[in-house]
């Protein structure tokens, strides 16, 4: 057989080229130099100070980045004094300190310098975090938590601010023009806390704040939303006693998650009430008819509320709802609340069964009640999470393939096998039939879908991105079956749209 020579494919494969000795490194400008140094972690930053006498000054003339975690990972001393010498050595401005590997409440003599240091080098993102492993139950009692001087609310130029297990400072006497933050843009606490009064003042004291993140949040009983540039607003682990949305023209989302509201008297119920004041309110959920007291205007929404433009929010496109199917009350004012959004276009329900079957599930109730708009003209896409295959649930569907016109997607989301309440046998019967009947919508697909156990049902950074249309979308859903649909085919491709939302 003749074999012919392979030719070297030189426009992929150039030779090296020969070295002419040229110092093209020393050769870029400060400008670049300084980019250079940015992205360095800072223990490689500072290293360049010594490469030669051009590069000397420009770690001191580029605002610092600094993240403890890239600091002597297995050595907490030697990172604390590596944090206090950098802090101390670089002139400013700061761009970036991240202060969340460090337990600080055990070096107090070392963050009482870092403290003036902070406040007065320009800082433009600034994240404290005190989680010593271990400890979190010590951590937050009120003698042990790390409390913040009011040295951090002289940073006027703070654009991020990330606060985790510590106590916000006393606002109530600050001299005039102290405590406001023209420039912050995304105020997040977690297990942290904070008194009504100091949220009020650095709500009224940031006018561009558009990402507003509390989760387990102790110290307000109210929470007053209000900024005019205010987009975003997470409550996690909540228990306030009221949210209003008082005065937010642009709020896009009002996100709330396991929120638990002081009991008086019998079950905890917190005050929810949005007004005219958000027009652009798009994303609304977790209301949950168990803890919620829902509030339009000055209607209070009840199971027999009637529908007025004075009780509806018409810019909801994306709700989300946890309800027990099992508990007539709970069905009724899910139905109210559907009224309540005419324009809902994506629904997800949280199925909150108990451990045992539900004994009532109320088809009756769903048989004879009277049109509600967004199912007849609106809602394209149903998610029912946590999906138990309990006959409370199987209704509640029923009466979607029966009223929902516009429905193109029903996903059910499989609950562990450990917590289904019916045979699978059954569950899988129920959906043939389910697929077989006439639909109100011809076109609906039905997915059954599963997720992975560790993954939280809410992610709270992926809800504050407002670059993801539906925060309410699980990571790891994984397709089990097509249950209803024309072929497989359109359920993968239903499926990659889903996941490009994350």
């Known amino acids: 057989?003749?074999?012919?020579?392979?030719?070297?494919?030189?426009?992929?494969?150039?030779?090296?080229?020969?070295?002419?000795?040229?110092?093209?490194?020393?050769?870029?400008?400060?400008?670049?130099?300084?980019?250079?140094?940015?992205?360095?972690?800072?223990?490689?930053?500072?290293?360049?100070?010594?490469?030669?006498?051009?590069?000397?000054?420009?770690?001191?003339?580029?605002?610092?980045?600094?993240?403890?975690?890239?600091?002597?990972?297995?050595?907490?001393?030697?990172?604390?004094?590596?944090?206090?010498?950098?802090?101390?050595?670089?002139?400013?401005?700061?761009?970036?300190?991240?202060?969340?590997?460090?337990?600080?409440r055990g070096h107090r003599r070392e963050i009482a310098r870092w403290w003036p240091i902070l406040a007065d080098r320009h800082m433009r993102d600034l994240a404290l975090v005190d989680l010593p492993p271990g400890q979190l139950e010590e951590l937050l009692t009120a003698d042990m938590v790390l409390r913040l001087p009011a040295?951090?609310?002289?940073?006027?130029?703070?654009?991020?601010?990330?606060?985790?297990?510590?106590?916000?400072?006393?606002?109530?006497?600050?001299?005039?023009?102290?405590?406001?933050?023209?420039?912050?843009r995304e105020l997040a606490m977690i297990s942290s806390g904070i008194q009504?009064?100091?949220?009020?003042?650095?709500?009224?004291?940031?006018?561009?704040?558009?990402?507003?993140?509390?989760?387990?949040?102790?110290?307000?009983?109210r929470v007053r939303l209000c900024g005019q540039k205010l987009q975003c607003v997470l409550l996690g682990v909540s228990t306030a006693a009221k949210i209003a949305v008082v005065d937010a023209p642009r709020l896009e989302r009002l996100i709330m998650w396991e929120t638990i509201p002081p009991s008086h008297g019998g079950m905890p119920r917190m005050r929810v009430k949005?007004?005219?004041?958000?027009?652009?309110?798009?994303?609304?959920?977790?209301?949950?008819?168990?803890?919620?007291?829902?509030?339009?205007?000055?209607?209070?929404?009840?199971?027999?509320?009637?529908?007025?433009?004075?009780?509806?929010?018409?810019?909801?496109?994306?709700?989300?709802?946890?309800?027990?199917?099992?508990?007539?009350?709970?069905?009724?004012?899910?139905?109210?609340?559907?009224?309540?959004?005419?324009?809902?276009?994506?629904?997800?329900?949280?199925?909150?069964?108990?451990?045992?079957?539900?004994?009532?599930?109320?088809a009756e109730f769903f048989r004879e009640l009277s049109p509600i708009q967004c199912v007849r003209s609106h809602i394209k896409m149903v998610v029912l999470h946590e999906f138990h295959g309990d006959p409370s649930e199987l209704v509640f569907l029923n009466y979607l393939s029966e009223r929902a016109n516009e429905l193109q997607k029903l996903i059910l989301v499989y609950s562990e096998p450990a917590k289904l309440l019916a045979p699978m046998g059954q569950i899988e019967y129920f959906l043939q039939s389910l697929a077989v009947?006439?639909?109100?919508?011809?076109?609906?697909?039905?997915?059954?879908?599963?997720?992975?156990?560790?993954?939280?049902l809410l992610d709270f950074h992926r809800a504050s991105n407002l670059s993801i249309d539906d925060p309410f979308l699980q990571d790891g859903l994984c397709f089990l079956s097509l249950i209803r649909g024309e072929n497989i085919e359109q359920a993968t491709t239903t499926i990659m749209l889903m996941n490009t939302h994350h």
């Open 1 to 104: 057989m003749e074999t012919f020579p392979i030719a070297r494919p030189v426009a992929y494969f150039p030779e090296p080229a020969a070295d002419d000795g040229e110092d093209r490194i020393t050769a870029l400008s400060d400008d670049l130099r300084r980019r250079v140094v940015s992205r360095l972690p800072v223990q490689d930053a500072v290293r360049t100070t010594a490469l030669s006498s051009l590069w000397r000054r420009v770690w001191h003339s580029t605002p610092l980045v600094l993240y403890d975690a890239h600091l002597h990972p297995d050595d907490e001393p030697a990172r604390v004094a590596a944090v206090d010498r950098v802090l101390a050595a670089h002139p400013g401005p700061f761009h970036t300190v991240h202060l969340g590997s460090c337990h600080l």
């Open 151 to 184: 040295d951090i609310l002289r940073c006027a130029e703070l654009e991020h601010l990330y606060l985790g297990f510590c106590v916000f400072p006393d606002t109530a006497y600050l001299p005039d023009g102290a405590g406001a933050f023209p420039h912050l």
């Open 196 to 221: 009504g009064r100091d949220l009020d003042h650095m709500l009224a004291s940031s006018p561009v704040l558009e990402t507003l993140a509390l989760v387990d949040i102790g110290g307000p009983k």
């Open 274 to 362: 949005i007004t005219r004041d958000a027009p652009e309110l798009r994303v609304l959920g977790y209301l949950e008819p168990r803890v919620h007291k829902l509030r339009i205007g000055n209607t209070l929404i009840k199971a027999d509320t009637k529908v007025s433009p004075r009780s509806i929010v018409p810019s909801v496109k994306i709700l989300g709802l946890r309800v027990n199917f099992g508990v007539l009350k709970e069905v009724q004012m899910l139905a109210s609340f559907l009224r309540c959004f005419p324009n809902i276009e994506t629904l997800h329900v949280v199925s909150a069964l108990a451990d045992e079957p539900t004994v009532e599930h109320y």
């Open 437 to 456: 009947q006439s639909w109100a919508s011809e076109t609906c697909m039905v997915l059954l879908m599963g997720c992975d156990p560790e993954v939280d």
